[in-house]
């Protein structure tokens, strides 16, 4: 075991005041730390804090500060994935919770990326990063076809739909799939993010998704503007 394991395993969580207890949760998420989070989470619970505010004191705080730092370059792809890894730890324990008190969600997303395209590691970051920021994330995986989309929108009525695509061979894609959703008068329900290596701001606008996200921390920004935009807070 490492030294700071062994140094977290000395912080007696029952001796943190709440406001300790959360910085800890920010540091653990930051570091990965899946059992941690879990401890903390249930120290929380112990306490009878609402599982609402353990979720977004504790869990989507910490994110955020993964999320800028992926932004700006100081954390990488498998550093967010570990941090990943551990909100959904902590997410096991309180997704029961806070269906059973009625909190409110930030969003719902369905994602997926699109036909003939089997690349999913930016998309099950993308997932991850959302999820970490408060949305109920509904992932339909790879090789999506129109049918696919309809399919889970129909099943989830999601705010947001985001779609994938490594190969400039699948971005057309996208585009079926837009017009579609215009042909079945349902694309003004639904905001369209699009994602991925060989896309740009440009692409979006012109197969008219309503944004373009070059990356995870990207996409968690835009989805909140455009929630925010939804409830009219902008």
């Given at each position: 075991?490492?030294?700071?394991?062994?140094?977290?395993?000395?912080?007696?969580?029952?001796?943190?005041?709440?406001?300790?207890?959360?910085?800890?949760?920010?540091?653990?998420?930051?570091?990965?730390?899946?059992?941690?989070?879990?401890?903390?989470?249930?120290?929380?619970?112990?306490r009878e804090i609402a599982p609402y505010e353990i979720l977004t004191k504790g869990l989507v705080a910490g994110m955020d500060i993964v999320g800028i730092d992926f932004r700006d370059g100081i954390l990488f792809v498998p550093e967010v994935l570990m941090a990943a890894k551990a909100m959904k730890a902590g997410m096991a324990i309180l997704r029961p919770l806070l269906a059973e008190t009625g909190a409110p969600s930030v969003g719902t997303m369905?994602?997926?990326?699109?036909?003939?395209?089997?690349?999913?590691?930016?998309?099950?970051?993308?997932?991850?990063?959302?999820?970490?920021?408060?949305?109920?994330?509904?992932?339909?995986?790879?090789?999506?076809?129109?049918?696919?989309?309809?399919?889970?929108?129909?099943?989830?009525?999601?705010?947001?739909?985001?779609?994938?695509?490594?190969?400039?061979?699948?971005?057309?894609?996208?585009?079926?799939?837009?017009?579609?959703?215009?042909?079945?008068?349902?694309?003004?329900?639904?905001?369209?993010?699009?994602?991925?290596?060989?896309?740009?701001?440009?692409?979006?606008?012109?197969?008219?998704?309503?944004?373009?996200?070059?990356?995870?921390?990207?996409?968690?920004?835009?989805?909140?503007?455009?929630?925010?935009?939804?409830?009219?807070?902008?």
């Amino acid at each position: 075991m490492s030294e700071d394991m062994n140094e977290e395993d000395e912080i007696i969580l029952e001796d943190l005041s709440t406001e300790e207890l959360y910085e800890l949760m920010h540091e653990d998420l930051y570091d990965g730390y899946i059992d941690e989070i879990a401890e903390e989470v249930n120290e929380a619970l112990s306490r009878e804090i609402a599982p609402y505010e353990i979720l977004t004191k504790g869990l989507v705080a910490g994110m955020d500060i993964v999320g800028i730092d992926f932004r700006d370059g100081i954390l990488f792809v498998p550093e967010v994935l570990m941090a990943a890894k551990a909100m959904k730890a902590g997410m096991a324990i309180l997704r029961p919770l806070l269906a059973e008190t009625g909190a409110p969600s930030v969003g719902t997303m369905v994602i997926g990326t699109v036909k003939g395209d089997i690349h999913d590691i930016g998309k099950n970051l993308v997932g991850m990063m959302m999820e970490g920021a408060g949305f109920e994330v509904i992932d339909i995986g790879i090789n999506n076809s129109v049918d696919d989309y309809f399919e889970a929108m129909k099943q989830h009525n999601p705010d947001i739909l985001g779609m994938s695509a490594l190969l400039t061979t699948t971005m057309p894609y996208m585009r079926v799939v837009i017009q579609a959703l215009k042909d079945a008068n349902i694309r003004q329900n639904v905001t369209v993010l699009v994602g991925g290596a060989p896309l740009n701001d440009a692409f979006a606008e012109d197969i008219e998704a309503d944004a373009y996200c070059r990356d995870a921390a990207v996409a968690v920004e835009t989805a909140k503007k455009f929630m925010a935009i939804k409830r009219g807070e902008i």
